[in-house]
C-alpha cells in the first residue's frame, strides 16, 4: 500500500502529525482553508503590530520536548518559563496578586486573606499532584478501542481519587481554602477548559498540579506564532507541501474507505489514508454527513464557550501591566455561572490581557505596545448577534483604563475584534466555540469523538474534539496517538 498521507487543517494538530509521519517515511501532503498556517494558533499582523491570535502560553514543555526527539530535530522555537506565572486584580480591590511557583512567595501574596495558605496550598497540590502522575499515561496519553477497555483502564486508576468524580472542580478548591481570593484564584484554571469551575469535574483539578508544581507555563520568544512558523519550516525540509485556501467540503467512498476528498472547487484530493485536523465532531457530521453528528446532535453535544477577543496597538508605554494579566470582578460565582449562556453579563465582563511588547520589543513600533485581550462570552448557541461588539470591546477598555490607571482610549492606534463569529467563519468552531467539545465526563475518553474513524478504516483524526482534549500540549499528544494508529494502519 503506497503509504500517501493527506492531512485536513494546519492547526497544531495537524502540522505535528503531519511531521510525525513525514519523518517515519510517509508522504504527506497538507490542506488548510485559510491562506496561512496555524489554526487557533495564529498572528495578526497589522499597523506595524504583531499579536498572537489565540494562545499566548503553554504548559507541560516537555510533550514539545518529547516531540522534537521523536522527530529527530531540535525543536524549532525557543520558550521562556514564566516566573511570576500571571497576576489577578479584583475589581473591588487595588491589590493586584501575582501568582509564583514559588510556595512560599505565593503564600505572601495570600497571608492576609488565608493565613495558613501554604499547608492548605500543599495539602491540595499533593491531591492533584497524585492524580496527575496516576493518570497521565494510562488515561490521557493512551488510546482506547472501545468504551470497554476505557473503563477497565479507569478501574485500575488508585480508588483514593474516586470522590473527584463526585464533585466540581469548584467544590474541590473550596473544601481546601477558606478566601474568596484563593478559591477563585486556585479555581481560574476551569475557564481555560473553556467552561468554569462550577462545571468542570475536580478531576481536572490535575491542572493545579501542572500549573503550580510540574512545568508551569511558558512563553515563546518572539511570540506564540514561531512554534508554526518553525513546524512550517521542518515540514519544508521534510519534503511536505501545505496547500492553502483549500477547504474540503464533500467525499467520495467505496468498500468502507474514503476514496476522494473534495474541496469547495470540486478539485479531488486522494491519498490511501486521511488525518482530519477540523474539529473531530463538525468534520463527522457536516462534510461526513454522519448521522451521529447530524446538526441536531451536534447542537445537543456540550460545546465550550465562546471568546470575544481583540488586539489592539496603543501609542505609549504601559509599564505597569505584566505579560499575563486577569482581571476580574466582585460576583465571580454568579457571573461564572450566567456567562456560558446569558448575553446580558458582558455588560461587567471578566478578561485576561497579554502584552506581547512587554518581552518583544519587534512586536510593536517603538514607543508602542501590542495588547491582546480575551474575554469569556456565550458561543453562538447562546447568542448569535453580535451587533454590540464595540460597544463591549469599550466597556472592557475602559474598565482597563481604569484598573491600570492610565487612560489608554485616545491612544489606540491598530484595533482588530473577532467575536464567536469571527471564529467560526475562520476555522470552522462550532458556533463559534472556542476550544471545540468541553471536557464533560461524558464527552473525554472513549466518549469523545474517537481518533480512528467508525465507518471508513483510512480517516483518522487529531486535534482539540477528539482525544486527549483541547490545549496546545494536547494537541501534540493528540498528535502522537493518531499517528500510532495511522502507522497500525500501514501495519508498522
Ligand atoms: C482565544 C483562545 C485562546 C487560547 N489560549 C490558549 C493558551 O493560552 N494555551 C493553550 O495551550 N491553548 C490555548 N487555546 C487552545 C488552543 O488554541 C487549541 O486547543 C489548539 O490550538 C487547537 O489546535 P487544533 O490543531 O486542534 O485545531 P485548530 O487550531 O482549530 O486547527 C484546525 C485547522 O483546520 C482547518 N480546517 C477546518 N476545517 C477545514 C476544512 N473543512 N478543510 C480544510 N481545513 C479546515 C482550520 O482552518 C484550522 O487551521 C486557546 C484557544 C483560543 C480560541
Redesign the pocket.
Known sequence: MEKEVLV?????????TALRLAKKGYDVEI????NQ??????QIKKDGFTFD???????MSYEFKEFAKDCGIELPFEFIELDPLYTVNFSDSPKTYTLYKDIDKLAAEFAEKEPDFKEKMLKYLGKSGALYNDTVDIVIKSNFDSVLQYLITLMKVNPVHLPVLLKTFWQQVEQHFDSKEAQQIISLIAF?L?RTPFDTSAVYTLLSHIEFRHDG?YNVKGG?YKIVEGLVDELKKAGVKINYG????GFKQKDGKITK?I??TGKVWTASAYV????AA??RG??LNKRKYRESKLRKMKWTMG?L?FYIGVKGKLPQVNHHNYFLGSNYKDYALKVLKQPDTLEKPYYYV?MLSKHNDDCAPEGCESLFF?CPVPNMLYKKNWDDKDKIVDSIISDFSKRIGQDITGSIISKTI?TPVE?EK????YMGS???LSHHMMQIGAFRPANKDEDYNNVFY?????VP???????VI??KLTAERVKNHFNE
Open positions: 485536513v487543517g494546519a492547526g497544531l494538530g495537524g502540522l505535528t490542506i488548510e482553508k485559510n498556517a496555524g489554526g487557533r494558533l495564529n491570535t489565540g494562545p499566548s502560553f503553554f504548559s481555560f473553556g507555563y506564540m483549500v477547504e474540503i467540503t476528498l474541496d469547495q482530519i485536523n477540523a474539529d463538525v468534520f457536516r462534510v471568546y477577543t497579554n480575551v473577532y471564529w475562520y476555522f470552522n468552531l472556542g476550544l471545540g487529531v486535534g482539540a474534539s477528539t482534549g483541547a490545549g496546545l500540549p494536547m494537541a493528540s498528535s
